[in-house]
């Protein structure tokens, strides 16, 4: 299994948060990790077999859109995995896509029903070698997704920044009140922009740092890492466990190397 994150392209890193790649064999990643919500909208292009949404039984399109979700997502490979990912920022998706993000909370549709062109581009992607491959993304997302204002997102922006700094253990109703905004228009900004609410974004940004607690520091106890991460006690931190990572705490300790737990690897 190979997976590596890159820097995006000069031009679109207002809009692009990491490019990541992965590839191997079927059985590489036969043995799935639940994908967490992450707070960031992706498009992804299979180059390889396709992904067998595991909820629903469904092949995944080549060129996929992946929106705003609220709970995790399984996978399944079909055959050899081939794939591009282009994360975007939080908050960037709305303006990028020219779509608002609320549109595409917990869906998982081909890119080019949103973007047109994606499916012919995904075919130019999978018709060179790796090594041309980077060269030619730009070109192919440039033409595509919008340049977006900073000025009319620095609400947003600075909201993001202080759950983030934070770690989600942050109040909403102070983050409005230090943004100058009221809670009713920062929810509507963040449904907008964002696709999820402030809530739900500092949620996911605590149980990403309780994830990372549990699989970098073994000797923390359950109840150790709930009250390090804000959560009122060890059976809350395993509520959120199940609803957003889709496994148990202890399930993440012990988890071996796969796609699910590499994704995470840039939060």
């Not at 994830?211 to 970098?216: K, S, V």
């Amino acid at each position: 299994m190979e997976f590596s994150f890159h820097a995006p392209p000069p031009e679109l890193a207002s809009s692009i948060k990491a490019i990541w790649c992965a590839s191997g064999t079927k059985q590489e990643f036969e043995s799935p990790q639940p994908i967490v919500p992450d707070g960031c909208v992706e498009l992804i292009f299979n180059l390889g077999d396709r992904f067998i949404n595991a909820e629903t039984g469904e092949l995944q399109p080549r060129e996929l859109l992946a929106g705003q979700m609220t709970r995790p997502v399984l996978a399944l490979p079909t055959g050899d995995v081939d794939l591009i990912g282009v994360r975007l920022h939080t908050g960037r998706g709305g303006a990028s896509l020219r779509i608002p993000m609320w549109e595409l909370q917990d869906r998982l549709i081909a890119a080019s029903d949103v973007i047109g062109g994606l499916d012919r581009a995904a075919d130019r992607l999978r018709e060179v070698n790796r090594g041309e491959r980077f060269a030619r993304l730009p070109g192919e997302l440039s033409a595509r997704l919008s340049t977006t204002d900073s000025h009319a997102m620095a609400s947003v922006d600075h909201a993001l920044a202080m759950i983030d700094a934070s770690r989600g253990t942050a109040a909403i109703e102070d983050i409005a009140k230090q943004v100058g905004i009221t809670r009713r228009h920062l929810e509507r900004q963040f449904r907008d922009h964002v696709g999820l609410g402030a809530k739900h974004v500092a949620r996911i940004a605590r149980i990403h740092t309780a994830l990372d607690l549990l699989q970098q520091q073994p000797s923390m106890s359950g109840a150790e890492i709930a009250a390090a991460c804000g959560y009122s006690d060890q059976a809350h931190l395993i509520r959120e466990c199940q609803a957003l990572a889709g496994q148990s705490p202890q399930k993440f300790r012990t988890t071996a190397r796969s796609l699910g737990g590499l994704m995470r690897a840039d939060q």
